[in-house]
């Protein structure tokens, strides 16, 4: 029993910033829905319908079956901790992203320009308009194949 064994738990937040902790704690918030410290399939079901989307029992079970037990406040860092170290996994969680706001390949510009200056590390207006300078919007829709092809690094320049 080194002191390799004790990569979550407390350690964890070291991996992070001051602000990617209150980041978290925001989010946490948020998801945690009935405010019990704990995220349970009825806090995730709530947090996505307050977004506009609808998830399936299987989804929100496979979400939560990622944690060894309960989320609590640590062990949603520590997942997104791993997430994070899996390096390989950071262009599907960008696509899953964008795939949230997605509706028949497409993504309302007004409600994700909302979502940009609203959650997470909040975006300025000029900051967003200069972004959707380069996406293809019609009719109030962003095409999101194209933006998701922004937003993710091509595979074959990377690999030898």
Known sequence: MGKKAKKSGSNVFTLFSQKQIQEFKEAFGIIDNDKDGIITANDLKTA????????????????????????????MVTLFAEKMAGGADDDKVIIKSFEAFEINGQIDAEM???????????????????????????????????LKGLMVAKKEEQEE
């Not at 399936?56 to 079970?61: A, C, F, L, P, V």
């Not at 994700?112 to 919007?137: C, P, Q, V």
Request: aromatic share 12%.
């Open 112 to 146: 994700f320009r909302h979502s940009l200056m609203t959650w997470g590390e909040k975006f300025s207006a000029s900051e967003i308009d200069d972004a959707y300078n380069e996406f293809s919007i019609d009719g109030g829709m962003i095409d999101s194949t194209h």
């Open 48 to 75: 996505f319908s307050g977004v506009g989307k609808t998830v399936s029992d299987g989804e929100i079970n496979n979400m939560l079956g990622e944690a060894p037990g309960p989320v609590n406040f640590t062990q």
